[in-house]
């Protein structure tokens, strides 16, 4: 309960950007997803990733199959980072290498199998087409981890005045003054 306020930004902070314009595959849910596991570990990195997947489907009606799909590869990815986190710093330089490997694991999970599965498309032509997407998913995940991933931990995570205690603290300091 002490991190709701903090699950609740960082999700909105992802279907925020996620909602602007941007090319194919651009996520910021791995870059968002790592410092929630690094503080907390396996379970909040996979609670984190499930959350904002299947809350932003909903919001923007595009829920289906593939939101399950997708909400247990975040999951995956969250036990990763969790278990990454746990041995190494949260440095700019691990925010990528861990960017990195987990978008290929990512997009090996869920671009080579929603199309065949869920769609009827070949496997030939899932792994020919996802190519591109992997670059730019490569490619922004890179960005986000080394711009975003230091910004939440800093600004969002470590700070305790966004934490439960502090805010209804300030709540009820405030409305004793009226």
């Known amino acids: 309960m002490e991190r709701a306020p903090k699950y609740i930004i ?26 929630f596991a690094k503080k907390w570990g396996i379970l909040s990195g996979a609670v984190f990733g499930v959350l904002t997947v299947l809350v932003f489907d909903v919001i923007t009606r595009s829920i289906g199959p593939w939101s399950l799909f997708t ?9 990763f980072a969790g278990l990454y986190f746990s041995r190494v710093d949260g440095s ?7 960017a990195v490997i987990g978008t ?3 997009d090996a999970v869920t671009g080579l199998t929603v199309g065949p599965l869920f769609f009827d498309q070949p ?12 670059l730019y998913h ?4 890179v960005v986000l981890a080394v711009v975003l991933s230091p910004l939440i931990e800093r600004w969002l995570i470590q ?15 405030g ?4």
Request: net charge positive.
């Open 10 to 35: 960082g999700i909105i902070i992802v279907i925020l950007l996620r909602l602007l314009p941007h090319p194919p595959n651009v996520e910021p849910i791995t870059a968002t997803l790592m410092p």
């Open 71 to 79: 909400a247990g590869a975040y999951a995956l990815l969250g036990i």
């Open 92 to 98: 700019r330089t691990h925010y990528v290498m861990f």
């Open 104 to 106: 290929l694991f990512y």
């Open 123 to 134: 496997f030939m032509s899932a792994l020919v087409g996802q190519i591109p997407f992997t």
């Open 138 to 141: 490569l490619a922004g995940n």
């Open 159 to 173: 700070n305790p005045k966004l934490d439960t205690s502090h805010i209804f603290w300030a709540l009820r300091l």
């Open 175 to 178: 409305s004793n003054t009226k």
